[in-house]
């Protein structure tokens, strides 16, 4: 089974710099990690970042232009989510998302993704 595995959460305090990591493991020759969604509590999921197949283009929400880079090696079906001067406001589950084939633009909604973490907790401290 395909699974796709998060990592980097935790704590950090205000400005700091946390990050996430989602690699594919088992039969991923067909699954494609390129999103990462963030639900915070009461709210619902909403994509965070998105990066293309090739990685040549990227999406952030408003909220995190300028603070968050969304990267990818493909040569280990990964995807990383580097955030820098976190805010109390990006306190969420993270989750990383995965489709089975790619499309030439970046899916922004959740329906357009197959594969999915279980989430890894980020929490930022005023």
């Known amino acids: 089974q395909v699974q796709l595995v998060e990592s980097g959460g935790g704590l950090v305090q205000a400005g700091g710099s946390l990050r996430l990591s989602c690699a594919a493991s088992g039969r991923s020759f067909s699954t494609y990690p390129m999103g990462w969604f963030r639900q915070a509590p009461g709210k619902g999921r909403e994509l965070a970042a998105g990066i293309s197949w090739s990685g040549g283009s990227t999406y952030y929400t408003d909220s995190v232009k300028g603070r968050f880079t969304i990267s990818r090696d493909n040569a280990k079906n990964t995807v990383y989510l580097q955030m820098n001067s976190l805010k109390p406001e990006d306190t969420a589950v993270y989750y990383c998302?995965?489709?089975?084939?790619?499309?030439?633009?970046?899916?922004?909604?959740?329906?357009?993704?197959?594969?999915w973490g279980q989430g890894t907790q980020v929490t930022v401290s005023s």
């Open positions: 998302a995965a489709r089975t084939a790619v499309l030439p633009q970046i899916p922004r909604r959740v329906d357009e993704y197959t594969y």
